[in-house]
């Protein structure tokens, strides 16, 4: 529109010529309007977060907002993403899943590079503690919240944390391969189950090794990056709470009985602060 609103002001200013004259300003002004028409193309497909929050939730969504935001890292992480140069982040509230996240939608441009997200926070993200044993960060804060220690908002903006974490996950994964983990994950399933559970399945072995691991690999995988992220947004918020090394141990005594085999990625993060490190990783 702003292009065509430019150009609409172009001709009303446009003083009656000889023919030549007048072929001369149609060129200028279409060039101009063109020019106009691509700033504007540029601008639209500009990166950045779209924040689409319904009027019934904006007020707790700005709480938790400014919850992610009260740290260092949610701050460089809200900022790396409000001024991408390519991908769009919308940010929106979803009645179903009350009290969980999710995010989708992903489009990669030509490319191959991610140009579209969405995340998805449930409307009441600010309840509900999921299992340890995929979310040993989220569920740790359970005793904390009920001991009053921490509010809801800091589970909210965990949980944030969580699905930016997935976003930058989806962003180095090559577009190829995950819509072929879309697509093959339902067959692998389908055989899966008509095959008596047997994983040892040639067929299985094959579907997993194109997709890089079967569905429940892949998919903790996803979901242990998330919980990496949401360890680093609490590395910040709690680094002075005199409960930090309570967490800390919590979260490190579910990793080791839940998620071994990532147990170094969330080790990694506990060394990056020392005083979380000496009291949890050692």
Excluded at 23 to 44: E, G, V
Excluded at 125 to 148: C, I, K, T, W
Excluded at 222 to 232: D, F, I
């Amino acid at each position: 529109m702003l292009w065509l609103l430019l150009l609409f002001a172009s001709l009303f200013t446009v003083v009656p010529s000889p023919r030549a004259e007048g072929r001369r300003n149609t060129t200028a002004l279409t060039a101009k309007a063109a020019a106009a028409r691509d700033r504007y193309a540029a601008s639209a497909a500009a990166g950045g977060i779209r924040e689409t929050i319904d009027g019934r939730y904006k007020k707790r969504y700005a709480e938790w907002k400014e919850e992610f935001l009260s740290t260092e890292i949610g701050r460089a992480q809200w900022d790396m993403y409000a001024h991408h140069p390519r991908l769009v982040l919308t940010i929106t509230i979803a009645e179903n899943n009350s009290q969980g996240a999710a995010t989708g939608k992903y489009k990669w441009n030509e490319s191959g590079e991610l140009i579209a997200a969405t995340i998805a926070l449930g409307s009441q993200a600010d309840q509900g503690y999921p299992s340890s044993v995929y979310y040993p960060v989220m569920n740790a804060l359970e005793p904390f919240e009920s001991r009053h220690l921490i509010s809801g908002n800091v589970l909210a903006a965990t949980k944030i944390a969580h699905e930016f974490g997935h976003v930058m996950k989806i962003a180095g994964t090559p577009e190829p391969l995950y819509h072929l983990q879309v697509q093959l994950v339902p067959l692998y399933n389908k055989i899966f189950l008509s095959n008596g559970y047997n994983v040892n399945d040639p067929r299985l072995v094959e579907l997993a090794q194109k997709m890089g691991g079967n569905p429940v690999e892949i998919w903790e995988d996803r979901e242990y990056w998330g919980e990496a992220n949401a360890m680093l947004f609490l590395r910040d918020r709690v680094a002075k709470e005199k409960f930090h090394c309570r967490l800390f141990g919590k979260i490190k005594r579910a990793v080791e009985e839940y998620a071994r085999n990532y147990e170094e990625r969330f080790a990694e993060i506990a060394k990056s602060q020392g005083a979380i490190y000496s009291c949890s990783w050692r």
